[in-house]
């Protein structure tokens, strides 16, 4: 795969992004070791379409800026997928401070 197309608000690619360079690269593939505690997967196909995950899902995490009927999509998803035990969380500033948390997703349909 030589690079790939980014979209925005669901509408045209606005851009291709080269995956040759190494800067983009560094980018995809590095964790700073702030985030090291994670045990993410990071995993590329060298074409589109869908694909088996190499494992299974256990959490979901929000930011917090996500929009609810894209939250009520993705866990829509889950249902439909018969994925169980996929914990949600959503990220938050908690009053009177300027760092990021992780809290348990609180949704209704």
């Given at each position: 795969m030589n690079g790939?197309?980014?979209?925005?608000s669901g509408i045209r690619p606005k851009g291709r992004i080269e995956l040759k360079d190494s800067q983009i690269q560094r980018l995809l593939f590095t964790k700073t070791k702030a985030w090291e505690y994670?045990?993410?997967w990071r995993y590329v196909e060298s074409s589109n379409g869908s694909f088996d995950l190499p494992g299974s899902?256990?959490?979901i995490v929000f930011g917090m800026k996500c929009k609810k009927s894209d939250i009520e999509a993705i866990i829509t998803l889950c249902e439909k997928s018969n994925l169980k035990n996929v914990g949600f969380r959503q990220a938050f500033i908690a009053a009177g401070s300027d760092k990021l948390q992780l809290g348990k997703l609180k949704y209704n349909k």
């Open positions: 790939l197309s980014f979209y925005a994670e045990k993410e899902i256990q959490e």
